[in-house]
């Protein structure tokens, strides 16, 4: 029927594009949240910390680290979060400072390891580009693209140096003692600093992190 056919056509134009983007995007959301989550609660257990453990969180299942707020914002207004690891400095077999720094770095550098991981398959593929294998190759190649630069925007992004992102935990460990009343200041409003930053517009930050990204990606994907 015409006007069947017409209000699919209507839909598809508007939905369409973004459904795609969707499909891209779901493989590096979950495997890139989930191993950022996990790659901080096995750091943890590692230097001696029980605590991810016993609740469940040093797994690869991704149902225990995805947060479904934080998850479908991603698709609504490119802003998500994963489920944060809880755990104990106080078990660490290392000094707070530096035990902190490794479970903080660790999330953000399984990012950037699982993008270093896409690049290699996405250039593996890129010679088997052939007629006949074109539609299944492409949306390969769709996908990976997007799971390198998703990761490496989680890796960008999460090394930030504003609560409460992993970053002010790195920053904050390393800043020397004259650095205390920044750090304080930071602490205590430096999540309400990232929220306007995020979205202000022509922000500052916005433009750093997608600069960094673009070229990162850009060195990987070649």
Known sequence: MPVLKAFWDALYATFGPRLLWALTVIPALVVGFTLHEYAHAW???????????????LTLNPLKHLDPIGTLLVFVAFVGWAKPVV????????????GTILVAAAGPFANLLLALVGAILLRALVPLL???????????????????????????FNLVPLPPLDGFAVLSNLAPSSWYPVIQTLNQYGTLILIVLLFLPGSPLGALVFGLVRGISSVLIG
Not at 91 to 98: H, I
Not at 136 to 147: E, N, P, Q, Y
């Open 87 to 98: 755990w104990n400095p106080g078990y660490l077999r290392v000094s707070r400072r530096l």
């Open 130 to 156: 052939h007629p006949t294998f074109l539609g299944i190759i492409s949306g390969l190649l769709d996908v990976l693209v997007t799971f390198v630069v998703f990761n490496v925007l989680l890796f960008v």
């Open 43 to 57: 750091m943890a257990v590692r230097l001696g910390d029980p605590t991810p453990k016993w609740q469940g969180r």
